[in-house]
């Protein structure tokens, strides 16, 4: 004969980890969309994993309200890429490179066209997306955009001039990307693994001999990279370092073409997504694709790879039917490193927190739909991340203090691992969520602001919403507490917030009892 004994406990559960933002197939149903995670593990208290809103977005210019502009853009739907130098601010607009003087207090209703463009961006020889690629040196500016034309504007002497490849080499040539290093400007022949350098210190002269071959596979081009006194040659399937050997080079004909190979850096990874590739200031980034199609995306530090994407993001990233014409930049955010990679065609948007390899989605509500996110590429200038809008002409400045999209609602959604406990009952007595409370609203101090919350007890369907109030400002006091919650075998929770204000998740605890039946 035997007696049935009950152990009764009663345990307190973090529900938000780093486990369900970075690492597992689980993610799959637990997304972060619009928050992004940051840890503390040296924090004693239960909680390691914040949730922090991502930034908003508000208009910085219109290139449609400066009238020397207005008639010219007016057809004009978006920028086609942007450029940094000297604190002059380049951007691509149809088939012409306008400049911004930012030193300038009229600089952002005035621009003065410094280059001409060869292609609109919607040839078969343009770009992917148009995009229209950049680099410097002693005062020059040089682009490209797919064409066999390279744009070229002299800063000091406010000269613009075209180069025809064609004529310069006697030959057929396309440039789609460029690169600058040690007085030199790189650029590619499109489709092929031959690349091109200028003379030194002058961008419009090009000698038909300056040429070599990257990638000895044959591997055609699709980015150059200046990167840590070397030059990375990203192929579609492998890169190659080189490096500027002038200093062993004793013949005159050597120096035509001073850049060598670096022996045994040959990296098998590289992209057929051109506007993916970017640099931080550790590392070069790009959506990576090898030859039986499987993408992830990586990060290269001095020839050595490591992987950014965990396994539920190459998950994902596997399921996309078209991830050509990704794009992506790097922003920083309270002092961390983001890459932000969008697919405009799978019209989704995801993020990482590089460090900590921490993903999210992002997205932006646009005719009448969440959707891939409107920020298409990024510059930091004068204090402030200047982004070009992917739906309209506008310039647009990314802020941590904003809380909208262009006047848009920023949707914020979390959901928390889905909770069970071998396959038993057990007894949720409360949950409590640790939020940002007292803030008010950013246009309305006396509203309170709503955080919506949803549970489930199969990990696909969710329950009434539930609105709890966030506070007035000033209103410290809030909690976000539910209690008697019932017994249940599976538990999860979403999170949504929708309002124009600051909305932190600082940690959301379950606080469970487990009766376990056990004979003696």
Same mark, same amino acid.
């Given at each position: 004969?035997?007696?049935?004994?009950?152990?009764?406990?009663?345990?307190?559960?973090?529900?938000?980890?780093?486990?369900?933002?970075?690492?597992?197939?689980?993610?799959?149903?637990?997304?972060?969309?619009?928050?992004?995670?940051?840890?503390?593990?040296?924090?004693?208290?239960?909680?390691?994993?914040?949730?922090?809103?991502?930034?908003?977005?508000?208009?910085?210019?219109?290139?449609?309200?400066?009238?020397?502009?207005?008639?010219?853009?007016?057809?004009?739907?978006?920028?086609?890429?942007?450029?940094?130098?000297?604190?002059?601010?380049?951007?691509?607009?149809?088939?012409?490179?306008?400049?911004?003087?930012?030193?300038?207090?009229?600089?952002?209703?005035?621009?003065?066209?410094?280059?001409?463009?060869?292609?609109?961006?919607?040839?078969?020889?343009?770009?992917?997306?148009?995009?229209?690629?950049?680099?410097?040196?002693?005062?020059?500016?040089?682009?490209?955009?797919?064409?066999?034309?390279?744009?070229?504007?002299?800063?000091?002497?406010?000269?613009?001039?075209?180069?025809?490849?064609?004529?310069?080499?006697?030959?057929?040539?396309?440039?789609?990307?460029?690169?600058?290093?040690?007085?030199?400007?790189?650029?590619?022949?499109?489709?092929?693994?031959?690349?091109?350098?200028?003379?030194?210190?002058?961008?419009?002269?090009?000698?038909?001999?300056?040429?070599?071959?990257?990638?000895?596979?044959?591997?055609?081009?699709?980015?150059?990279?200046?990167?840590?006194?070397?030059?990375?040659? #990203?192929?579609?399937?492998?890169?190659?370092?080189?490096?500027?050997?002038?200093?062993?080079?004793?013949?005159?004909?050597?120096?035509?073409?001073?850049?060598?190979?670096?022996?045994?850096?040959? #990296?098998?990874?590289?992209?057929?997504?051109?506007?993916?590739?970017?640099?931080?200031?550790?590392? #070069?980034?790009?959506?990576?694709?090898?030859?039986?199609?499987?993408?992830?995306?990586?990060?290269?530090?001095?020839?050595?790879?490591?992987?950014?994407?965990?396994?539920?993001?190459?998950?994902?990233?596997?399921?996309?039917?078209?991830?050509?014409?990704?794009?992506?930049?790097?922003?920083?955010?309270?002092?961390?490193?983001?890459?932000?990679?969008?697919?405009?065609?799978?019209?989704?948007?995801?993020?990482?927190?590089?460090?900590?390899?921490?993903?999210?989605?992002?997205?932006?509500?646009?005719?009448?739909?969440?959707?891939?996110?409107?920020?298409?590429?990024?510059?930091?200038?004068?204090?402030?991340?200047?982004?070009?809008?992917?739906?309209?002409?506008?310039?647009?400045?990314?802020?941590?203090?904003?809380?909208?999209?262009?006047?848009?609602? #920023?949707?914020?959604?979390?959901?928390?691992?889905?909770?069970?406990?071998?396959?038993?009952?057990?007894?949720?007595?409360?949950?409590?969520?640790?939020?940002?409370?007292?803030?008010?609203?950013?246009?309305?101090?006396?509203?309170?602001?709503?955080?919506?919350?949803?549970?489930?007890?199969?990990?696909?369907?969710?329950?009434?919403?539930?609105?709890?109030?966030?506070?007035?400002?000033?209103?410290?006091?809030?909690?976000?507490?539910?209690?008697?919650?019932?017994?249940?075998?599976?538990?999860?929770?979403?999170?949504?917030?929708?309002?124009?204000?600051?909305?932190?998740?600082?940690?959301?605890?379950?606080?469970?009892?487990?009766?376990?039946?056990?004979?003696?």
């Amino acid at each position: 004969m035997s007696n049935t004994t009950q152990n009764r406990q009663q345990i307190q559960i973090p529900l938000i980890t780093s486990h369900n933002v970075s690492k597992g197939k689980s993610n799959l149903n637990t997304p972060l969309v619009n928050w992004y995670p940051v840890t503390d593990p040296d924090n004693q208290a239960i909680y390691k994993t914040y949730w922090y809103p991502t930034p908003g977005l508000s208009t910085y210019l219109s290139f449609k309200s400066i009238p020397s502009l207005a008639g010219i853009v007016a057809t004009l739907s978006t920028s086609r890429g942007a450029f940094k130098y000297k604190n002059y601010l380049f951007v691509a607009l149809a088939n012409f490179v306008a400049s911004i003087d930012l030193d300038s207090p009229a600089a952002l209703g005035t621009f003065t066209n410094v280059m001409t463009m060869s292609t609109n961006g919607s040839e078969s020889h343009a770009n992917t997306n148009g995009a229209v690629k950049f680099a410097a040196i002693e005062n020059q500016v040089v682009a490209v955009d797919g064409s066999s034309i390279i744009s070229h504007y002299n800063i000091a002497t406010g000269t613009k001039t075209q180069i025809n490849l064609n004529t310069a080499f006697s030959r057929e040539v396309f440039a789609s990307t460029v690169s600058a290093q040690d007085g030199f400007f790189i650029i590619n022949n499109k489709n092929t693994n031959e690349f091109f350098i200028s003379n030194i210190n002058d961008g419009t002269t090009w000698n038909p001999l300056a040429n070599a071959f990257a990638n000895t596979t044959g591997d055609p081009i699709v980015g150059i990279v200046s990167y840590k006194a070397k030059l990375y040659f #990203i192929g579609q399937q492998s890169t190659e370092v080189w490096f500027n050997a002038s200093s062993n080079l004793t013949s005159t004909t050597d120096f035509i073409m001073p850049f060598e190979k670096v022996q045994g850096a040959t #990296i098998k990874y590289g992209s057929q997504a051109e506007n993916s590739i970017v640099t931080s200031p550790e590392s #070069i980034l790009f959506l990576s694709e090898n030859a039986e199609g499987q993408r992830e995306v990586i990060s290269i530090t001095d020839y050595q790879v490591t992987p950014l994407s965990t396994i539920h993001i190459v998950d994902e990233l596997n399921t996309l039917s078209v991830s050509r014409d990704a794009d992506a930049f790097i922003y920083q955010q309270d002092g961390i490193y983001f890459y932000q990679l969008s697919f405009p065609t799978e019209d989704q948007t995801f993020c990482c927190n590089i460090a900590g390899k921490f993903w999210f989605k992002k997205d932006t509500w646009y005719n009448n739909r969440y959707g891939v996110h409107r920020a298409k590429w990024q510059i930091y200038a004068n204090g402030v991340n200047i982004c070009g809008d992917r739906y309209s002409l506008n310039l647009l400045s990314m802020s941590s203090t904003v809380y909208q999209d262009v006047g848009e609602k #920023i949707r914020r959604v979390g959901v928390s691992p889905l909770m069970f406990y071998n396959n038993k009952n057990f007894k949720l007595a409360n949950l409590y969520i640790d939020c940002s409370v007292g803030e008010g609203l950013a246009t309305d101090l006396a509203t309170e602001p709503l955080l919506q919350v949803q549970f489930s007890k199969n990990g696909v369907e969710w329950g009434v919403a539930h609105l709890k109030s966030l506070g007035r400002t000033g209103d410290y006091d809030k909690k976000v507490v539910f209690g008697r919650l019932g017994s249940q075998k599976m538990f999860q929770v979403k999170l949504e917030y929708t309002d124009n204000g600051f909305c932190a998740i600082y940690g959301m605890t379950a606080n469970v009892v487990i009766q376990d039946d056990y004979s003696v």
